[in-house]
């Protein structure tokens, strides 16, 4: 596996673990990235808790949400939310779809999502999807190519979409800009909340949102963020093992194997003899 892509699928992971870890996804919700070399496939893990994805759990698929190799793991019914946004946007590179419970009140009451701390400009506009618009009583799963195209043109040029009764679909051009903009948009949706009981919302003007959302998604900051997000989830013990880390410490102990004394070799083999009568 080329270095790029396994360093893509490590932070896809990464990725996943830390919105787990911050309460966006439970045991719902999936994230995916863009093949880094081939801009007409994706990944994304297996039907399974965010939290418990693995590289291994990884799948290729094209752009039709099919695989790109046979197999026998089950998939996301809406994996096609991924697949049709890459049609649409060229400069997507990385997509969630979440149902974090900050973001649910607003997809509920239909209530606007607006900027209302620096961070929470990242999100910038965000439009409404309504699947009943299009498809009537469905079962709330975008699972047809149709609806995920539907969704896409909703999100248009934008990078959040409120989806109604449902979530929210957020859209990154990297895995770590992805992170930034769920995390903080998710912050910025409690903060909205609370002031909406205040009684009084003082949002970003529209100048404010595009100087603020340049800056904060400049690498110093979605880096810096990332690093923290990072240790989080390392104290939390949900970082996973890097790529091929396990082969790494098979190969190191078969090295040190050959690499030790003759004599010392049968010392251990001998003590381990007179242990076991």
Known sequence: ???????TLQELIVATRILAN?????????VSVRHPHDPQRYFIPRHRAPELAEISDLVELTLDSEPVRPTESRLYSEKVI?????KARPDVNAVVHHHAHTVLPFAISGQQIVPVF???AVIGHVPFWDQRDEFGDTNMLVTKPEEGA??????????????RRHGATVAGTSIRELT???VFGSDNCKLLSQAMAMGRVDSLSPGEIKLTAAHQQRP?????AWDYWVRQVEKAGLMPAKSGANARAKRSATAAKHTTPKSARKAAAKSRTKNRR
Request: glycine share 8%; aromatic share 8%; no cysteine.
């Open 22 to 30: 911050e309460k966006i996804l439970d045991a719902f919700g999936h």
């Open 1 to 7: 596996m080329p270095d790029a892509i396994a360093e």
């Open 150 to 163: 539907s969704l896409a043109r909703t999100l248009g040029p934008n990078w959040m979409v409120l989806m």
């Open 118 to 120: 620096h961070l929470g």
């Open 180 to 182: 930034f903009r769920t």
């Open 82 to 86: 991924h697949g049709e946004i890459y």
């Open 220 to 224: 110093p900051s979605t880096n810096r």
